[in-house]
């Protein structure tokens, strides 16, 4: 990157129902009937998304290293597939040696499309 930005410092805010996400929480829906909507022990929403209504958290550091792994793998392993690599974008993460496991899903073909399996 040729910028001088500070994206990796950057507070970032996203819906938990669609996929909106968002750096500035100014352009988000003051949160209503905000007792009915949070359970004790559950933090607090910093808002209501502007596209679907549902409550927008801030994203730790933490899970947004895992959106960043997801994404990867999705890259790397889902996309050129012929849809038969997903991953969730819940997917388990576990840290190895050099890099990092994700969870994903392979299809498994019924056994009379035996043509698919190679041995
Ligand atoms: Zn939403």
Redesign the pocket.
Same mark, same amino acid.
């Given at each position: 990157m040729a910028s001088a930005n500070t994206d990796c410092a950057q507070q970032l805010y996203a @819906? #938990?129902?669609?996929?909106?996400e968002t750096p500035d929480p100014d352009i988000l829906v003051p949160a209503k009937d905000l007792y009915q909507r949070v359970s004790p022990g559950e933090s607090l929403p910093a808002g209501e998304?502007p596209? @679907? #209504?549902?409550l927008?958290h801030a994203l730790s550091t933490e899970s947004r290293a895992s959106a960043e792994l997801i994404e990867r793998a999705r890259a790397r392993y889902a996309m050129p597939s012929d849809d038969d690599i997903e991953v969730d974008d819940d997917a388990r993460i576990s840290e190895g040696e050099g890099g990092t496991w994700v969870q994903a899903w392979v299809w498994v073909p019924d056994a009379a499309d035996s043509s698919a399996i190679r041995t």
């Open positions: @819906c #938990g129902n669609c996929a909106f998304c596209e @679907c #209504g549902c927008v």
